[in-house]
Structures are given as structure tokens and as C-alpha cells.
């Protein structure tokens, strides 16, 4: 075997290797809902580092391309756990918040037992919200959240914060599912 068969072998591993990390981190940030902010942490770095010194954190960028992956690959798994038989009805919470630059997000999370009676939660948004924040454009993209997961005959409940858009858009979703 040459010397660069060797090389890129353990180059391919490395990076093998590497991308078996950046999963593992990626579940830690999902499941333990870390802040992306983590990455950054000079402590974090730090202690990252002292475990495996050839290996880089990914830069945020790469990141979310990660879970936009895993989400697209796992939303069907998803919406089969949500829309099985043994569940009948979800709660839903929902946020809403604007940035110092009017950029406005929602959070839309569901809450349900499955036939075995076990607790499950998902998150089945984060999404941008276009200006102006009004109750009536919350309204429509909770619709679409709400048919997209094809939970529209199973919501139960909707619990939000005090805000007048949310609260009038609450309102209008009640009327119409």
C-alpha cells in the first residue's frame, strides 16, 4: 500500500469520524435544547478541544444545514407518531417574538400521550414570520403549521403568551379548526 492510499484513508476516516461528532453534538444541542451560542463559548471550545484536539466545530452555517437534514429526514417519522391512531388530541404552545430588527419568529411546539400513555413533545416549527405582526398573519401561518402536520381535527388546546396578536390570532384559529 502507498503511503497515499494511507493518507487518504485516514483522511477518509477523519472525516468520517468528524461526522459522527457533529451528529452526537447535534443531538446534545437538540435534546438537552442548548443555545447555538454554545458553539462560540471559548469553555466549551475549551473543553471540546481537551477531548479531541483534531477535531473542529462546525461554524453555525454548517450547523443548520445538519438539522435541516435531519429534520427533512425525520419529519415523516414524526408525523406518523403524531397522526397514529392511539392519538387523539395534541396541545400546542406557541411563541411569538420579534428581533430589534423586526424580524418576527414563531415557535409552535405539541404535546400528546400515545396509546401507551407516554408523554411526547415536538417541536413542529421555528419559522420567520414576514412584517407586519399582526394577529391575522400569525393566524394564517399557525393554519398552515397546524395542516401541514395534519393535526387540524386533533387540537385540544393552544396556549400562548398575554400579546394581543396572539391572543386575537387564538381566537381566530379556534373559530376556524
Known amino acids: 500500500m502507498t503511503s497515499e492510499n494511507c493518507f487518504n484513508q485516514k483522511s477518509h476516516y477523519q472525516k468520517s469520524e468528524s461526522e459522527m461528532i457533529d451528529q452526537k453534538l447535534i443531538k446534545f444541542i437538540i435534546n438537552d435544547i442548548q443555545p447555538f451560542n454554545i458553539l462560540v463559548n471559548q469553555h466549551f471550545r475549551t473543553f471540546v478541544n481537551s477531548l479531541n484536539p483534531s477535531y473542529n466545530i462546525p461554524s453555525q452555517h454548517k450547523i443548520d444545514q445538519i438539522i435541516e437534514f435531519s429534520f427533512q429526514n425525520t419529519r415523516q417519522t414524526?408525523?406518523?407518531?403524531?397522526?397514529?391512531?392511539?392519538?387523539?388530541?395534541?396541545?400546542?404552545?406557541?411563541?411569538?417574538?420579534?428581533?430589534r430588527g423586526r424580524h418576527g419568529y414563531i415557535?409552535?411546539?405539541s404535546c400528546f400521550l400515545n396509546e401507551n400513555f407516554e408523554f411526547n413533545e415536538m417541536l413542529l416549527a421555528l419559522q420567520h414570520v414576514p412584517y407586519p405582526h399582526t394577529a391575522e398573519v400569525i393566524y394564517e401561518k399557525l393554519k398552515e403549521i397546524i395542516y401541514q402536520w395534519g393535526i387540524q381535527n386533533k387540537v385540544f388546546t393552544l396556549t400562548t403568551d398575554n400579546g394581543a396578536n396572539m391572543v386575537k390570532a387564538a381566537k381566530l384559529l379556534k373559530d376556524d379548526i
Open 107 to 109: 415557535g409552535v411546539t
Open 78 to 99: 414524526l408525523m406518523d407518531i403524531i397522526n397514529s391512531v392511539g392519538v387523539e388530541s395534541v396541545s400546542l404552545t406557541c411563541d411569538f417574538w420579534t428581533s
